[in-house]
């Protein structure tokens, strides 16, 4: 009877344990299910910021130069940041984006239709204009060094306007350059005169085509060329009057349409770079806030800034100016971090002194020293330049610069910066300056290089979530729960010979 007992005992605890582990594995279950649809709805949010964050680098690199630098739209090209196409289905911008649309400067994307991206990018794509932020957009492609090269629009002379209004047709004349200047000047040029990108308008040749030729060039385009339609762009007010402008444009003075300025696009993370650039590269000539030195002039004075425009400067960094100190570093930066430590030049307006104060020093370039621990303290992504020369020839401020027309000839030579050069002897940003948002080789931008290095800096259990957590640790209860079980149900049994 004893022995019944304890063969009860041992089957009611291993029924209990039995029931206690099924209690414990459906309250697993019902914790999972609850918990479940807010997991998916964080995935699929974390996914969907991946995929944008994918699709801002592919706008930069492949829409922005037609799209604009936040989806406003570039002439006649549509507006992508518009609520009418964040509304429509995502099928429907895959296919658009896909194969393009004909009659239009919309080419194919699809690598099936000849185009080079994928479905999956193509998706991504469609998901940005769905959900995407486009200020975040246009900081992205700034940071790479992408926005659009050409200022679009301008502010015709007023003086030359009033007189026109005399002339016969002269209203007509006053809307065709306004029209002209909002929408044209981009591509063909101040007054009209044409660029790299389409012909000239004001021209005797294009004077002498018929109307009619003119008309259907202006509302239809022509296929194979940036020349896109312009009929549901603007108005027929609008458009006949950039005809009439066309065919009368002998009538107006020199000037009506001035080229634009074209100030460098700015967000935080340039202005950090730009920052670093120009403490390792221009501050020892230059002084810490620009203030100058007997080496070179100051570039912080109110004056100054005023009377350069941004376009300047980046050309007088990118040339140097010969015959004095300023070096060219084009060939040591990427035109991206030039125009970083043009903007944060231009930072210094707001505040700049209306007399400069240069500061005492500035001494000798590292060359010149008897410092010969001279490291780089910049290494461009894409430079091969070799550096100043070892003969350095004596500062001279008031220096002509060629091809820099805006700038009067006392404003040229105040960048007399010079490179210090590293192993190698590349110039350029500082290796432990950020490199913003650029891909390396291997297509990690700098965040992903940085959230990898953190993640791979931290232990194994920092990395576990709460649920990996519970897990652990409920499977460790379990198996010390079983140890004792089983411990406990060993020492009840009989022993041998009893």
Same mark, same amino acid.
């Given at each position: 009877m004893h022995k019944k007992d304890r063969i009860m005992n041992s089957r009611k605890f291993e029924l209990t344990i039995g029931i206690l582990g099924m209690i414990l594995l459906a309250t697993g279950i019902l914790i999972y299910s609850a918990s479940e649809?807010?997991?998916?709805? +964080?995935?699929q949010a974390a996914q969907l910021q991946t995929d944008l964050d994918e699709a801002m680098t592919l706008y930069a690199e492949n829409c922005s130069v037609c799209h604009g630098l936040v989806g406003e739209g570039i002439g006649s090209n549509p507006a992508l940041d518009n609520p009418g196409l964040a509304g429509t289905d995502s099928r429907t911008l895959d296919k658009i984006i896909s194969r393009g649309l004909y009659g239009t400067s919309m080419p194919a994307w699809n690598e099936t239709d000849?185009?080079?991206l994928s479905d999956y990018q193509i998706g991504v794509l469609s998901k940005l204009i769905q959900y995407g932020n486009w200020q975040e957009t246009g900081d992205r492609v700034v940071n790479l060094g992408l926005a659009p090269k050409i200022p679009f629009t301008t502010d015709p002379d007023p003086e030359i306007l009033e007189g026109l209004s005399d002339l016969p047709d002269g209203e007509e004349l006053i809307l065709g350059i306004?029209?002209?200047?909002? $929408?044209?000047?981009?591509?063909?040029? =101040?007054?009209?005169?044409?660029?790299?990108?389409?012909?000239?308008?004001n021209d005797q040749i294009v004077r002498d085509k018929s109307f009619d030729e003119l008309d259907r060039t202006l509302r239809y385009g022509v296929p194979g060329t940036l020349m896109a339609g312009w009929e549901n762009a603007i108005t027929v007010e609008e458009l006949n009057a950039v005809l009439i402008l066309i065919n009368r444009w002998d009538q107006v *003075?020199?000037?009506?349409?001035?080229?634009?300025?074209?100030p460098v696009p700015v967000t935080a993370e340039s202005l950090v770079l730009g920052a670093d650039l120009y403490a390792a590269n221009c501050a020892r000539c230059h002084a810490a806030e620009g203030q100058g030195t007997p080496r070179a002039p100051s570039l912080n004075v109110k004056g100054?800034?005023?009377?350069?425009?941004?376009?300047?400067?980046?050309q007088i960094v990118a040339l140097g100016v010969p015959e004095t100190a300023m070096p060219a570093w084009g060939d040591k930066m990427t035109e991206a971090e030039i125009q970083a430590i043009v903007g944060f030049i231009r930072s210094w307006e707001p505040t700049a002194p209306a007399v400069a104060e =240069?500061?005492?020093?500035?001494?000798? =370039?590292?060359? &010149?020293? %008897? %410092? +010969? !621990?001279?490291?780089a303290r910049g290494q461009g992504r894409q430079g091969k330049g070799q550096g100043p020369? &070892? @003969?350095? +020839?004596?500062? &001279? %401020?008031? #220096?002509?610069? =060629? $091809?820099?027309?805006?700038i009067p000839t006392e404003q040229v030579g105040v960048l007399a910066v010079e490179p210090e050069q590293g192993p190698g002897g590349n110039g350029?940003?500082?290796?432990?300056?950020?490199?913003? @948002? #650029?891909?390396?080789? @291997?297509?990690?931008?700098?965040?992903?290089?940085?959230?990898?290095?953190?993640? !791979?800096? #931290? @232990?194994?259990?920092?990395?576990? %979530?709460?649920?990996?957590?519970?897990?652990?640790?409920?499977?460790?209860?379990?198996?010390?729960?079983?140890?004792? *079980?089983?411990?406990?149900g060993l020492s009840r049994l009989p022993k041998p010979g009893v």
């Open positions: 649809p807010s997991r998916l709805i +964080t995935a000849g185009g080079p306004n029209v002209f200047a909002q $929408n044209c000047v981009a591509c063909h040029g =101040p007054d009209g005169l044409g660029t790299s990108l389409a012909p000239a308008l *003075a020199p000037g009506a349409i001035p080229a634009p300025e074209a100054y800034l005023e009377e350069t425009n941004d376009a300047a400067l980046q =240069p500061v005492r020093g500035g001494g000798s =370039p590292w060359w &010149q020293t %008897d %410092d +010969t !621990s001279g490291t020369p &070892q @003969n350095e +020839t004596p500062p &001279q %401020d008031l #220096q002509e610069s =060629p $091809n820099v027309e805006p350029g940003p500082p290796d432990w300056a950020g490199s913003g @948002n #650029q891909t390396d080789q @291997n297509g990690h931008t700098g965040e992903e290089r940085q959230a990898s290095a953190r993640e !791979s800096s #931290q @232990n194994w259990w920092e990395i576990l %979530d709460d649920r990996a957590w519970g897990l652990i640790l409920g499977v460790m209860f379990l198996g010390v729960f079983s140890v004792i *079980a089983a411990i406990f």
